[in-house]
C-alpha cells in the first residue's frame, strides 16, 4: 500500500526565512507526486505534478523537487501570505494517496 | 480554468435525516471523488467514480453512498446522518481522457456539515 509522510507537521517561519518542506513515499512505481496549497476552510489548491527523479518546478517562492524517494518543497523568502497547509499525494491508479500535510505559518 | 461547485458551503442537519451533498464540474472529467477532512486526520476518501454509473469504495465508505448519472455531477449521500459525520466534505475531479489530460485533482470549496 502507497505510504505517504510528510515532515514537519508545523513550521514557523520569520518572514524572508527560507525553508523545506519534505514528502518522503513508497510506491511501487511512482506515476505522479502533486502538492497542494490549502488554505482554512478551503479546498485544496493544485501546485505542481512530478513525474521523475531530478523534475523541478516553480511557482513564485516556491519550488518542489523531487527524488527517488522523495520530494521537497522549497519556500524561498517567504511572505504572509504563503501561511496555508501544503499537502502532497502520490497517484495510485486513477486515486491519489495524501500525506496529512504541513502547515507553514509565515510572520511578518 | 477547471471549476467544481458544491451545492452548498455550510449545512446544518439533524440526526437521522437524509442529506445529500452535490458536486458538478466543468472539465468534462472521467473521474470525481468525495473525501472527508477532520483535523488530526487528513484527507480521507470516502467513494470515488471513474465513470457515469460506476462507483468505488473508497477508505471510508461506511454510512454513505453515491449516485452519478450524468459525467459532470456526482453526489453523496447521507442516509442516515449521524454527529460522527459532522466533518467538511470535499469533492475533486480529474483526468479528461480526450486531452490525455494527469491525474491532478481539482477541487471543490467544501461543505462544512453539522449534525446535531
Known amino acids: ?108 | 480554468d477547471v471549476k467544481v461547485t458544491q451545492s452548498s458551503r455550510y449545512l446544518v442537519k439533524r440526526t437521522g435525516e437524509k442529506v445529500f451533498l452535490e458536486c458538478v464540474q466543468d472539465m468534462d472529467h472521467e473521474n470525481m471523488f468525495w473525501y472527508r477532512q477532520d483535523p488530526g486526520l487528513g484527507l480521507r476518501l470516502i467513494y470515488f467514480s471513474y465513470d457515469v454509473k460506476m462507483k468505488e469504495k473508497g477508505d471510508i465508505p461506511e454510512g454513505y453512498s453515491v449516485s452519478r448519472e450524468k459525467k459532470e455531477r456526482f453526489s453523496l449521500i447521507l442516509e442516515s446522518a449521524s454527529t460522527n459525520q459532522t466533518s467538511m466534505y470535499l469533492c475533486a475531479s480529474s483526468f479528461n481522457s480526450r486531452t490525455r489530460s494527469s491525474y491532478e485533482q481539482y477541487f471543490g470549496p467544501g461543505t462544512r456539515l453539522t449534525v446535531t
Do not use: M
Not at chain 1, 505510504?3 to 511512482?30: D, F, I
Not at chain 1, 512530478?50 to 518546478?57: N, Q
Open chain 1, 1 to 108: 500500500e502507497d505510504q505517504v509522510t510528510q515532515s514537519p507537521e508545523a513550521l514557523r517561519l520569520q518572514e524572508g526565512e527560507s525553508s523545506s518542506l519534505n514528502c518522503s513515499y513508497t510506491v511501487s512505481g511512482l506515476r505522479g507526486l502533486f502538492w497542494y496549497r490549502q488554505d482554512p476552510g478551503k479546498g485544496p489548491e493544485f501546485l505542481f505534478t512530478l513525474y521523475s527523479a531530478g523534475e523541478e518546478k516553480e511557482k513564485e517562492r516556491l519550488k518542489a523537487t523531487l527524488t527517488k524517494k522523495e520530494s521537497f518543497l522549497h519556500i524561498t523568502a517567504p511572505k504572509p501570505e504563503d501561511s496555508a497547509t501544503y499537502l502532497c499525494a502520490v497517484q495510485d491508479w486513477n486515486k491519489l494517496s495524501f500525506g496529512a500535510g504541513t502547515t507553514v505559518t509565515v510572520r511578518a
